[in-house]
């Protein structure tokens, strides 16, 4: 009991110090997720819009695909980009591993089909009547696209939240592509598991 009154005490003397490393490292892990959520983002929300709209051949299996793929274990991702950027790997003359835009690159991987699964329930949850009423009324495509996401504004926010939620809190896909350089590419929860093992509990 002492032990977590101490490791308390140290914490808030800690914390009240506004340490710069800290920040740095909060502050990257913002920036890391938030950017794999709009880059994620531009790829997911038009895809799920297609396949809410329109009927075609293998569009169950696609589905089917994506949903199966939110099963995929997150560090399986890490690996996948890890081989495709090392140094011998088909994208290792680019020298993107161990930087913040791996992380970005791994994470964009992890919230594609996240967004892309709940984006799409969300479209489909748009009442048929609204879209029949929309199309009788003679509105365009882009303008029964723009009533589509105004009806589903809020599942759609609820579907990047979750998103930026799920690739932030993520360690070992992280510590994988990125290393967990200290002053480079340390975020948050590699931060935290390094600070943890070290003993120092009060600075993770």
């Given at each position: 009991?002492?032990y977590?009154?101490?490791?308390i005490?140290?914490?808030?003397?800690f914390?009240?110090?506004f340490?710069?490393?800290?920040l740095?490292?909060?502050?990257?892990?913002f920036?890391?997720?938030?950017s794999?959520?709009?880059f994620?983002?531009?790829?997911?929300?038009?895809?799920s819009?297609?396949?809410?709209l329109?009927?075609?051949?293998g569009?169950r299996?696609?589905?089917?695909?994506v949903?199966?793929?939110l099963?995929?274990p997150?560090?399986?991702?890490?690996?996948?980009?890890?081989?495709l950027l090392a140094?011998?790997?088909?994208?290792g003359a680019?020298?993107?591993?161990?930087?913040?835009?791996?992380?970005?690159?791994a994470?964009?991987?992890?919230?594609?089909?996240?967004?892309?699964?709940?984006?799409?329930a969300?479209?489909?949850?748009?009442?048929r009547?609204?879209r029949?009423?929309?199309?009788?009324l003679?509105?365009n495509?882009?303008?029964l696209?723009m009533?589509?996401?105004?009806e589903?504004?809020?599942?759609?926010?609820?579907?990047?939240?979750?998103?930026?939620?799920?690739?932030?809190?993520?360690?070992?896909?992280?510590?994988?592509?990125?290393?967990?350089?200290?002053?480079?590419?340390r975020?948050?929860?590699?931060?935290?598991?390094?600070?943890?093992?070290?003993?120092?509990?009060e600075?993770?």
């Amino acid at each position: 009991m002492t032990y977590l009154i101490e490791s308390i005490h140290r914490l808030i003397e800690f914390t009240s110090s506004f340490d710069k490393e800290v920040l740095d490292i909060v502050l990257l892990s913002f920036r890391v997720s938030l950017s794999a959520v709009f880059f994620s983002s531009l790829i997911s929300l038009p895809f799920s819009l297609l396949l809410a709209l329109k009927e075609f051949p293998g569009r169950r299996v696609i589905i089917s695909i994506v949903n199966s793929l939110l099963m995929i274990p997150a560090v399986a991702i890490g690996l996948i980009v890890y081989l495709l950027l090392a140094r011998r790997g088909p994208l290792g003359a680019i020298g993107l591993l161990y930087t913040p835009w791996a992380m970005v690159v791994a994470q964009t991987l992890l919230a594609i089909p996240i967004i892309t699964s709940l984006s799409l329930a969300a479209l489909q949850s748009v009442k048929r009547s609204v879209r029949e009423t929309a199309v009788t009324l003679g509105v365009n495509l882009p303008q029964l696209i723009m009533t589509m996401f105004k009806e589903a504004r809020y599942p759609l926010m609820a579907a990047l939240i979750m998103a930026f939620a799920r690739v932030i809190g993520e360690t070992g896909m992280t510590m994988v592509v990125g290393g967990n350089i200290r002053g480079s590419t340390r975020v948050m929860t590699t931060a935290i598991a390094l600070e943890t093992m070290k003993g120092s509990f009060e600075l993770a």
